[in-house]
């Protein structure tokens, strides 16, 4: 009887949760379809990007501008609501989260032997007894010091970090389509070990709404949309909530007072509240009322309080599993790498083809957050993310390839610009835009060899090009480097071609015209 | 408080026993259940997704009745002549003026034909620069079509200079069209994706090539240039126009140029060519900016050859300076000296 009314009350909180899951995956996934040509303004198609804290303080960094401010206000909008319901993003929102959730479920039970909080969990609580307050170095923390600290020298690595930005990223991957190998690797981890293995471990900005959830910790339930409310007086001390926890908060159990639990980590998932076998002893709570099933509230029984016992550990829990000591450490290490990373930056920055607007290289890496927004929204699709070939420091930057289109900035009106979700993209005037500058390779061009072509010279928006006879010739103050005479140039490879500012622009002798990669 | 803290419930034997359990066949069949769900639940999101992303998209992409081309010249009623050269300063008027002389619309499209009419519409500047064709031209000749009863009148091309909707926006012809009664079928000149890979059996420097299959199921096809210089062609008048119906664009430049336009119209024979010179750019083509000068002129006729071969008279040139006319005529494709002709000027 208790048995089939907790299982009705895990089954609503399942479904509630879910529904909710999906239907923010959905949006997410809508959102980013949506950047696509032209993007979506209201909502706008980058909304939620902005939704992430560390972009923002990323942005503000770089940008120190209050209209950054302002235009992540849904990133501190969460924030606010994490003080007030702690990781709750993390449980009920995030796409990411959603992704490893499904690998988990899908997981074949037979082989699922990750529960071990449980053993790890032991040592923990042997330790709380002694009065000790539970050591355990969260990785997470450290990543959001590195991070952060290398968001200061101007590093970008929310690439790595931003759930967000992996999803975004994934989906434009997912619909070239290409395999999006990081988020590969994400949900391989989930499916070995454990789903929710980066979230509790890793992401940094899961490790920033833990820290900020200290700020309203002690705040009751009856201001909280969502929290878990525990009533220690039907609590029969089973251990059921953090055996049941993906991330091995033991607070319920070893919690000796009723009310909203405050462990930093606390996503409000109700993995707990499902599993207790108490009736009343956990409650997922909105505002001070139940969440679900009025018909389980109206059946509880206390009869299993009785059993409980009074002696609880009264040591320390549910606040951050860092020490001063460790914050201080990851700090140092996160200037060493700082350093060593600063400086292979700029050594290895030198200037890429990239979209209009986009700011000098190293500004241009410290803002760039990798979403590929930008990718999605290019109606002439002329921008693709790097690989590895110019080292790791811009893999998944856009970088615009004009043999495979020439970019329209004149007719779009910077739609890379308008989706951005960051400051890595200026807005410009058509007619302040020198992306790069086209030169012919005179050994190759059907032209200079005399024959009748001048395909570039018809392409040419901006009259960048006149005809001397059969011979192109480019006018370096009118062309934008928009690429339009290289995407057309019927030879192969082209023989018209689209060189960075600021790197010699010479053809190789050979008159080979293959791929070259700056000058001398 | 050993007794609150109960250890036994992690045991190893607990969690192997547990593991076994779980492995059972109900187990498995829960894990396909929920497998299900979360399937069911992505394909949803990705659906909704992939829903609202495709929504807005409209490809302009129309199936058009497969017929073959006529390919025999219309038979001339008596007394209409083979070339007219029509003049004024109304564009529109001075077209009609010279079909009519040809004997009028009806000569070339009958009842519940498709009419493919391709103008040059590749560049954005209106009909003042002289590098697209005059939308009152094109407007007269879709009118006329529709007035001989064509059942789709389609006016296409690719364009050059940015997107095709700026593109038919800025040179005036997609509202000329649409305000006659016919079809605008803009391509992007970048996107060579549409084409249809068709040999051509008379070619000589082109013996394949991916054409627009529109040109290739269209019952009568109508060559609407404007007349104006050519950095590479020379001039660009009716038969260099078809290089428009021509998908990849690099295979036409790769091989003999001259000679290519000539073996794309022996595949693509216009049934007409109506070539507008009514502004004529002189210089610094095909795209301009470039002096122009107002010949007020519109040269109508049933030979593609002779009538090219007439407007390079408007440019002081003839047809011997422009190689592809002579090639042109060389193919049979029609009459290099039009005084051959039955001519008119009205």
Known sequence: MKERARRRKARGIRIARRSVQIAFLAFFVVLAFKASYPPLQTPPANALLRLDPLAGIYSLISSRSTEVLAAFWPAWALLGLTMLSSRFFCGWLCPLGTCFDAVGALKPRALKYYRPHGRYMKSLLAQEEKGAAPRRIRLKYLILAVVLGLGLAGVNLLYFASPLVVMNRSIYYVLLPQVPLFLLLLLLLAFVYRPRFWCEELCPMGALMSLVSLAGKRLSARFSPLSVVKDSDACIDCGACYKNCDFGIAEPYVKRDSGKLRSADCTACGDCVSACPASGALELESFGGKLHSSRWAREKTREAAATSSSARAESGHGGLTVTRREFVGSLGFGAVLLAGYGVGLRELSGPVLRMPGAQNESEFLAACNRCCECTRACPAHCIKPMGLEDGFQKLWTPRFYPRTAGCVFDQCDQACARVCPVTAIERLKPEDVKIGHAVVNKQTCLGWRGRPCLVCMERCRFNAIKADGLRPVVLGEKCTGCGACEETCPTDPASIRIFELGKTSSWPSDAGGGRRRGGI | ?346
């Open chain 2, 1 to 346: 408080m050993k007794d609150v803290y109960k250890p036994d419930s992690f045991s190893e034997q607990e969690i192997e026993a547990a593991c076994k359990a779980l492995a059972s066949t109900l187990e498995r069949r829960e894990f396909l259940k929920k497998a299900g769900y979360w399937a069911g639940g992505l394909v949803l999101a990705g659906g909704l997704g992939a829903l609202a992303g495709c929504g807005g998209k409209t490809t302009i992409k129309e199936t058009v009745k497969s017929t073959t081309p006529s390919t025999a010249p219309a038979p001339a009623p008596s007394g209409a002549a083979d070339l007219a050269v029509a003049a004024g300063q109304s564009p529109g008027e001075i077209t009609r003026k010279a079909v009519d002389a040809l004997g009028g619309m009806g000569r070339f499209v009958k009842p519940g034909n498709v009419v493919v009419v391709k103008p040059n519409a590749s560049f954005m500047a209106g009909p003042e620069a002289g590098t697209s064709t005059h939308p009152e031209v094109v407007g007269q000749v879709v009118k006329m079509c529709r007035e001989a009863g064509a059942s789709r009148v389609i006016v296409m091309d690719h364009c050059l200079r940015g997107s095709p909707e700026v593109c038919f926006a800025g040179n005036g012809i997609g509202a000329a069209v649409r305000g006659a009664g016919g079809e605008v079928l803009a391509y992007n000149g970048g996107d060579s994706g549409h084409g249809v890979d068709t040999a051509i059996p008379g070619g000589i420097a082109l013996k394949q090539t991916s054409v627009y299959p529109e040109v290739l199921n269209a019952d009568v096809v109508i060559t609407v240039p404007k007349a104006k210089h050519h950095g590479s062609a020379g001039l660009s008048l009716g038969m260099k126009n078809f290089i428009g119906v021509v998908s990849n664009m690099s295979s036409v430049h790769n091989s003999d140029l001259h000679q290519a336009i000539a073996d794309i119209n022996t595949l693509v024979k216009p049934n007409l060519s109506v070539i507008d010179a009514s502004i004529i750019l002189l210089d610094n083509g095909p795209g301009g900016p470039g002096p122009t000068r107002n010949a007020g002129t519109v040269i109508a006729s049933s030979d593609v050859v002779a009538a090219d071969s007439y407007a390079c008279t408007l440019f002081g040139m003839t047809a011997s300076d422009v190689p592809y006319i002579v090639k042109g005529n060389r193919a049979g494709l029609g009459e290099v000296d039009y005084n051959k002709l039955h001519m008119a000027r009205v």
